[in-house]
């Protein structure tokens, strides 16, 4: 059999990654924040995009499952809803069984404000005010501590504090970087390690389980040996940490479960995590004839429009070949962000219609 070598000609279609279609499939997997920057960083990049300012927008889709169709059951309805005057809205509503929706208007001679205008936040987006481990150390240091220069030094070591509530520095370090004695510094340490939490202000772990081992009145010589030998627990060697610290198997396991009972991270309970909200893209309704009403949140919606009137001015004024092919640019950048903006929010409905629909 021999074998040639020969250069054929077909026609074929392929899908082809253009940078366009790139750039649009991460528009899709940005998040609300995400995108919402990207709109704001095009916006101010672009002198052809505006932001669209409307007060009723957004597209929905109705799914009646309560009815026969021919095929399955389901009938989809896909309609686009813009600017929609107020006439214009259906009324599906039962308004028998749902709370008013109008603005929330207090008795007479109540001191709360009325509702009306979306002036007050949600219960949602109010967080809590949580106190933070410094605040709580400042705090009781106002209570334990008149002296102006000793209240200065210990505002100063509150602020050493790592995040564990450990020392970063030393009592020779702290003095010089203060300017102060040394002696002054341990007066102002002894008294700042009687704070609650027990155990910040250590200088390592050993120091912080010793520091609640002593409020605990436990701090014995046997107890301050197995702190010294902590590498024994390391290695899983508790014959040797036992001879170590002179007791027998009974009081080595009481001891063990001591240890295990302290916190090595004592400013843990003072973590302030801040509180993230995540705001729905898609919006669903029960609908009076059965079904469900699907439409997009305008609210998430960042909506941009090419400003054409601009365009045209901008236009007539260009006159060197480099300012024409910028505004020709920015043209193609603002057209493709509209059509990819609406593109995303039609796959998004599309694929929230689908799931329900399931």
């Not at 002696?183 to 009687?194: F, Y």
């Not at 509180?275 to 893209?281: I, K, L, Q, R, S």
């Not at 609210?299 to 009137?309: G, H, I």
Request: glycine share 6%; with cysteine; proline share 4%.
């Amino acid at each position: 059999m021999a074998l040639t070598t020969r250069l054929d000609f077909r026609q074929a279609q392929a899908p082809i990654m253009t940078p366009q279609l790139q750039q649009a499939i991460k528009l899709l997997q940005m998040s609300n924040l995400e995108l919402a920057a990207f709109v704001e960083t095009a916006l101010e990049e672009n002198p052809l995009l505006e932001r669209e300012e409307v007060l009723i927008e957004g597209d929905s889709v109705e799914i009646n499952t309560g009815t026969k169709a021919d095929d399955d059951g389901d009938t989809v309805t896909l309609t686009k809803r813009e600017n929609l005057g107020l006439d214009e809205v259906p009324l599906e509503t039962d308004y028998t069984n749902v709370w008013q929706g109008g603005p929330l208007r207090p008795a007479e001679g109540s001191a709360l404000p009325p509702h009306g205008g979306n002036t007050a936040p949600g219960i949602e987006q109010t967080v809590a005010s949580e106190t933070t481990l410094r605040e709580h150390l400042n705090e009781q240091l106002n209570l334990s501590i008149s002296g102006l220069t000793e209240r200065l030094v210990g505002r100063a070591i509150i602020d050493s504090l790592d995040d564990r509530g450990f020392l970063t520095m030393s009592a020779e370090e702290m003095a010089r970087q203060l300017g102060s004695e040394i002696g002054l510094i341990e007066r102002v340490l002894d008294i700042l390690r009687t704070f609650e939490p027990t155990g910040v202000f250590a200088r390592d772990l050993i120091e912080c389980f010793a520091l609640q081992l002593a409020e605990r009145n436990r701090l014995d010589p046997a107890m301050q040996t197995m702190l010294q030998n902590l590498k024994y627990l390391s290695k899983h060697d508790l014959p040797g940490l036992r001879r170590a610290c002179g007791v027998n198997e009974e009081d080595l396991a009481d001891m063990l479960s001591e240890l295990k009972a302290l916190d090595p991270k004592p400013s843990s309970a003072y973590e302030n995590s801040s509180v993230e909200y995540v705001t729905a893209d898609v919006l669903m309704r029960p609908k009076k004839s059965g079904g469900w009403e699907i439409e997009l949140n305008s609210d998430t919606l960042p909506r941009v429009l090419l400003n054409r009137a601009y365009y045209a001015e901008i236009t007539s004024l260009t006159k060197t070949k480099d300012d024409k092919v910028f505004v020709q640019e920015r043209l193609q950048a603002a057209n493709w962000l509209v059509r990819a903006l609406d593109q995303r929010a039609q796959t998004i409905l599309q694929v929230a219609t689908e799931i329900i629909r399931q």
